[in-house]
């Protein structure tokens, strides 16, 4: 049996495709969305072995450390030419690193469009 538990954050941010197709040239110019993040990790035991609350703020802050605060007051974070795709493996990379097993990270722009990375290969 796998047991995992799942959590989820949201920032505010901008983000571009340089390289954006002529009938899809508006996305070249950085744009706002609602970045919800989502991880699913791997827990060893149903009893708090990772707590909800801490992975979803671990999860903020590598989210925020991805980009660079911009708009008044630091409101909106820069991901710049980051797909939700490339930030989702980031977010991956860094959970590994911290010693957590990612099951599934997804990154979601306005909750319509998600950029999902899995644990291992998918033929």
């Known amino acids: 049996m796998l047991t995992t538990i ?3 954050t949201t920032v505010l941010g901008l983000h571009h495709w340089p390289s954006a197709p002529t009938h899809r040239a508006y996305l070249a110019t950085p744009h706002r969305h609602e ?3 989502t991880a699913e990790v791997v827990v ?3 009893d708090r ?7 979803q703020d671990t999860l903020r802050e590598l989210l925020l450390a991805g980009g660079t605060a911009c708009g008044a007051g630091g409101v909106l974070t820069d991901f710049g030419a980051q797909s939700c795709e490339m930030m989702a493996a980031g977010l991956y990379e ?3 690193t911290l010693g957590y097993q990612p099951v599934r990270v997804t990154v979601s722009e306005d909750g319509q469009h998600d950029g999902t990375v899995y644990a291992g290969a998918v033929s």
């Open 6 to 8: 799942t959590a989820r």
């Open 35 to 37: 970045f919800e993040a």
């Open 44 to 46: 060893g035991h149903g």
């Open 49 to 55: 072995e990772v707590e909800f609350h801490d992975l």
């Open 94 to 96: 860094d959970l590994t």
